[in-house]
């Protein structure tokens, strides 16, 4: 049982009709879907550029944050104007808590002609003799950088007292700072 000549020409004309037909139909909504496709991909790299550019602006900002705190604190460190009985106070405060007995503390002289005329603050170097165990200097220095002024250690020599001695003779130079002029900027 086959198929006429004339049944497999409907059939064939039916399949040939059948193509045109989802050519013209189908196709058109293929390619538009294809068009989707492409633009959402597209979109997606495009939210996902944009959620990048976020996350650094945030970390950028908390950065910014974090690094206007640490100004904010140098800045609340410095000195409105020369006060040379605070900071000799800051340094005395916590000698007796650790054993140390200062021989002598007097500011050096000012290097104003050197100090650089841009910067907002002037620098006021203390030179320091003292006679301590090693491990109360550590601690007193620990407690330096936890005191409200800024202090910066320029330099520091460290000698025993005496042949067998377990104290030291320790010299240095810390430097206090002070907003150039009377008030702070």
């Given at each position: 049982?086959?198929?006429?000549?004339?049944?497999?020409?409907?059939?064939?004309?039916?399949?040939?009709?059948?193509?045109?037909?989802?050519?013209?139909?189908?196709?058109?909504?293929?390619?538009?879907?294809?068009?989707?496709?492409?633009?959402?991909?597209?979109?997606?790299?495009?939210?996902?550029?944009?959620?990048?550019?976020?996350?650094?602006?945030?970390?950028?900002?908390?950065?910014?944050?974090?690094?206007?705190?640490?100004?904010?604190?140098?800045?609340r460190r410095i000195l409105p104007r020369r006060d040379l009985t605070h900071i000799l106070?800051?340094?005395?405060?916590?000698?007796?808590?650790?054993?140390?007995?200062?021989?002598?503390?007097?500011?050096?002289?000012?290097?104003?002609?050197?100090?650089?005329?841009?910067?907002?603050?002037?620098?006021?170097p203390i030179e320091i003799e003292m006679r301590c165990r090693y491990l109360d200097l550590?601690?007193?220095?620990?407690?330096?950088?936890?005191?409200?002024?800024?202090?910066?250690?320029?330099?520091?020599?460290?000698?025993?007292?005496?042949?067998?001695?377990?104290?030291?003779?320790?010299?240095?130079?810390?430097?206090?700072?002070?907003w150039r002029g009377q008030e702070k900027r």
């Amino acid at each position: 049982m086959g198929f006429s000549q004339r049944e497999k020409i409907f059939l064939i004309g039916a399949l040939i009709l059948s193509l045109a037909g989802w050519f013209f139909l189908c196709a058109p909504q293929w390619r538009e879907v294809s068009r989707l496709k492409r633009d959402l991909a597209g979109l997606t790299r495009s939210t996902e550029e944009s959620r990048r550019q976020i996350e650094a602006a945030e970390r950028l900002k908390q950065n910014l944050q974090a690094t206007q705190a640490k100004i904010n604190d140098l800045e609340r460190r410095i000195l409105p104007r020369r006060d040379l009985t605070h900071i000799l106070e800051q340094l005395a405060e916590r000698t007796k808590d650790y054993n140390i007995r200062i021989l002598s503390m007097k500011p050096k002289p000012a290097d104003e002609e050197k100090a650089n005329p841009d910067l907002p603050y002037l620098s006021l170097p203390i030179e320091i003799e003292m006679r301590c165990r090693y491990l109360d200097l550590g601690r007193y220095l620990e407690a330096l950088q936890a005191q409200p002024l800024l202090f910066n250690m320029e330099s520091l020599l460290i000698q025993p007292e005496g042949k067998g001695s377990s104290r030291l003779v320790v010299q240095m130079v810390l430097t206090a700072y002070m907003w150039r002029g009377q008030e702070k900027r």
